[in-house]
């Protein structure tokens, strides 16, 4: 019996320990991930004008959509017309003068990777 509860106490304990680490080095990465962006060219931006590598500035942050675009409601070509460009009118307009969602805004933060120079 007592080997049973000293087992479960080495266990819990181990447990917590274990959650904690994992929670402190989570911590860690984001903060990480909230430092300082990188810093790009319209020109370094231009490169990725392809649905294989699709960058995209809208209001001043650059994206890498190019993971995105399967996932995208819209035919690969309208996203493409907008690759290795400044395309905050689409975002505003998506090209007939309609806002995208809020939704859509948001989703855009998993796939920023920078600021315009």
């Given amino acids: 019996m007592k080997k049973t509860v000293f087992a479960a106490f080495i ?12 929670g402190s080095l989570s911590a860690h990465a984001v903060s990480e991930a909230e430092g300082e962006l990188s810093t790009y060219t319209l020109e370094q931006v231009a490169e990725h004008n392809t649905l294989g590598s699709c960058w995209m500035v809208i209001e ?7 993971g995105y ?5 819209t035919p690969p070509v309208v996203m493409e017309g907008w690759c290795g460009r400044e395309a905050t009118e689409g ?13 859509a805004w948001g ?6 990777i920078g600021e315009l120079e």
């Fill in 107 to 112: 989703l855009m933060e998993d796939y920023l």
């Fill in 11 to 22: 266990a819990f304990w181990s447990s917590i320990g274990t959650l904690v680490l994992v």
């Fill in 69 to 73: 675009i399967p996932r995208h409601p």
């Fill in 91 to 103: 975002m505003r307009t998506k090209g007939y003068g309609r806002d995208h969602s809020p939704a």
């Fill in 60 to 66: 001043g942050k650059v994206y890498d959509f190019t």
